[in-house]
Structure formats: C-alpha cells, structure tokens
C-alpha cells in the first residue's frame, strides 16, 4: 500500500475558524501556538484570505498585515499560504492589474509563499494575471478549481480547467470542494486522470459538510493527490474540514507515524480552550447536513445566511432559503457557490424568499453576475431570467471604478488630513487596505490613529505605553 508521507495543509487559522466561528479569532489568540504549529512538519499553514483580512479591518480592529509581520517572525520552517479571489484579490470587486500587482508582491514580501487563487466561475481570464505577478515575484502560484456538480460539470470539463491552469503558467493546482460535494470514489478518478495528464503537484481541498471529506481525503491520498487540507481536531468537522490528527491515524499506526502526536495534541487542547470565548460565532450544525449534497450550499455560506436570517428576526425561512439557491443557480448557468458568486447567490435568494416572489426584487450585484460582469457563467441563463436583467441593465448604473493607485493616494491622503490623521497613503500595505475595503479602512483608521488628541493626552497622562510599529 502506498504509504508516502502526505503533505498536509493545516488551515485552522484561516478556513477552520472561518467555517466554524465566522472568521472571528483574533491574532491574539494565535500568538500562543504559532511556534508550536511550525514545529508539526506541516508543508504549509493556511493563514491569510478574503474573509481573514475583511473581518480584521470590519470586526477585529486589527490591521490584517500585521498578522503577517507576526507570522513571519514566528513561523521559521512552514510555508505561508493564502487564499486569493482572483481579480477580486481579498475584496468583493474586480481590480485592475496594477493594483493586483502591488498587492501581490507586498503579500510576497511580508511572508506569503504560497498563493491559492481562484476565481468563483472558474473564468481562466479572471485568474491569469494574479499567476503572473505571483510568478514574477517567485512564489508558487496556485491555481484552483472550483469543484461543484451540475449537469453541465463532469471529469472532462475539470480535466480541460486544470490543463488550462497549468498552462496559464501555475505552479501546483487545488481543488477546491468548498461545499464538501465530491465523492471519494469521483475524487479517486479524479486525482488520478488529473495526475496522468498534468506536470504540477494537486492538492486537495474539501470541507466536511456532508461527511464525505474522511473519505474523499484518504481516496485522494490512494490516488497519488501531493497535498491534503486538514484542521487541528479542536476545529475540525461540521462547516470544516478532516481532522489533522484523524487523518494522520488513517495513514498510520502509533509506531510508524511520523508526525508527533503529543504535539498535535497540545495544539489542539489549545485551541480548544479558546474556542468557548467565540460561541456567539458558532453554527446551529451539530452533525453532518446530507442536504448539502442536494444543495450545494458551501458551509460558510450557510453560516453567514443563519446569522442574517436571524438578525431579521426570520430564522423560520432557512429552510425555504436553502431551497431557494439550487433554483437560482440552474436558472443562471449553474455558477458554483464560492465567494463572491456564493454572497451574490444568497443575498438574492434572500430577496426571492423575503419578498415572497421570485425575482420581484433584483440585486445590483445579481444583474452584474448575470450578464458576465464578473466572468464567463459556465451554462446557459433562464431566458426568461435574461429578459428580465437586460431590461433592468439600463437602469444599473455599472460599478465603473476605474481609479489608479496615484487616485487612491490622493483620495486617503486627503482622508487622512481631514482627519487630522496621520498620513497613511505612505504606506504601500495601508494604502492596500484602503482600495480593498475603503470604508472599513477609513474607520479603523480613524479609530486607531495614534496621534489624536485624546491618545496624546492619555499617553502624557501616563495611562499607558504606546507602542507605534
Ligand atoms: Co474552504
């Protein structure tokens, strides 16, 4: 039996939260065990993406690059990797090239070195340019397919998706199966074909929603996959993914293991004691939703839909909600459900339902998708649908931004002096922050300056030290 040793991806610090407490740990809360997840012998550690550097900026008050800064000094023998939408890099729009770039090469040179880069449509143009400028910067470049099943979704339109990736110039190739959706036998074939026909390693990423992804991790591990995903125990399963140390036993017994389980171990009762602090965070899952397969509603998205339902007062339309996105999506050319098409998805499914009719209200976004704003849709629209979105186009005034980074400069500067803030338009990675998430930048901004009066007073005052990196 084949028993090379896996490389393992471990993911708690950025997808195994995010599934599971909805982004919310706070770089704090890592600090404790990041030397001791560098000592495990993992081939990367997941940390970086869309959803980590929103909820800093919006939730946290954290600045997202200082995780970084933290990483790279404590993580000495573990690659970085990170998690990128494509043109959208971790934001919700497309960027243009010059911006992509400079993201990318201050993501490189603050310790990322591993770049997954996905696109929600699977549109090939929408991940090239993010591949190049990884690959100027000489870091490996990871394309991505996003796996989902539909009619028009088999293993020879993957096989034509992943030869295009590496001829696009990718380093490895994921496949993403944000929704936990592929089947261990499917995934063996899969792997297999992917690995005969392609020159660049695969990884495997699934979550565990439908309580597939044990089984479809050891088939791909069988089939000869270079890379597994997985997350320590104590953040593992549900809206996540395979445990780390549930599938190291699969591969193993106590004597041949070659990965320190005492260690693991200790990583894990870490995290488990920090867990309790984020309970208002957690789902209402508890086993494993066979829906799912039906579905096709990947497990962060249901997380995020429960809590808006909630927050509305409207918990009792999950279930007409849950149905609502698989009738969207085969109206709209079975999209799969990943950010962002997966928030433009659930936020107009949420209209349908809230309103009690179909369409009756339609989200800019929505419109936008539809009419191939965002990328090629693999399938055929609703013709019906598609009268309706042309009809309503004229009226969307289009998201034209088109502002340059010289633009984006002068608009925080003059920001930042009508503020009475410091000048952050200096900064390369601040100015980042500013063009991906503008409002919430302008806020944490404002919130954190540390030259306002009352920080001056407060430091003169004596009421603390102030420590400006
Ligand atoms: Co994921």
Known sequence: MNKNKPNITE????????????????????????KSMDNVGFSSLEVWGGATYDCCLRFLNENPWDRLKVFKKSIKKTKLQMLIRGKNLVGYKQFDDSIISLFISNAAKHGIDIFRIFDSLNDINNIQSSIKFVNKAKK????????????????NYWIKLAKDIEDCG???????????????????????????????????????????????????????????????SSFSNLYAHTATESFMSMIYDDNTNPYDMNLLSKISS?????????????????????????????????????????????????????????????????????????????????????????????????IDLVDGSYGQIPGTVCSKLKRKIDKNKSINDKDTDKLTIQDYKKELSSFCNSHHLKDYSNSETDLLNYILFKKESMDFYASNDRTTTNEVIGLQEGFGLYIND
């Not at 439908?210 to 069988?222: F, M, P, Q, V």
């Not at 936020?347 to 009756?360: H, I, T």
Request: net charge positive; hydrophobic share 35%.
């Open 11 to 34: 993911v708690v610090l950025r997808d195994g939260q995010q599934s599971l407490i909805a982004t919310r740990m706070t770089l704090d809360d890592m600090k404790p065990i990041l």
């Open 140 to 155: 490996n470049s990871q394309g991505t397919i996003c796996y989902t099943t539909s009619p028009i979704h088999n293993e």
């Open 170 to 232: 990718a380093k490895s190739l994921a496949i993403k199966d944000m929704a936990g959706l592929l089947r261990p036998g499917v995934c063996f074939d899969l792997v297999k074909r992917l690995k005969k026909n392609l020159n660049i390693p695969i990884h495997l990423h699934t979550h565990s929603t439908t309580g597939l992804s044990d089984a479809t991790n050891y088939k791909a591990y069988e089939a000869g996959v270079d890379n597994i995903d997985t997350s320590i």
């Open 270 to 366: 870490y995290f488990q004691s920090i867990r309790p602090k984020y309970e208002q965070y957690e789902g209402s899952m508890r086993g494993v939703d066979i829906d799912m397969l039906i579905n096709q509603v990947p497990g962060g998205m249901l997380s995020i839909l429960e809590k808006q339902l909630t927050d509305l007062k409207k918990s009792n339309k999950l279930k007409m909600l849950i149905d609502e996105i698989p009738r969207i999506r085969r109206d709209i050319g079975y999209v799969p459900l990943v950010t962002p098409s997966s928030q433009i998805v659930g936020a107009q499914a949420l209209m349908n339902v809230l309103d009690n009719k179909r369409y009756k209200t339609l989200n800019k976004e929505f």
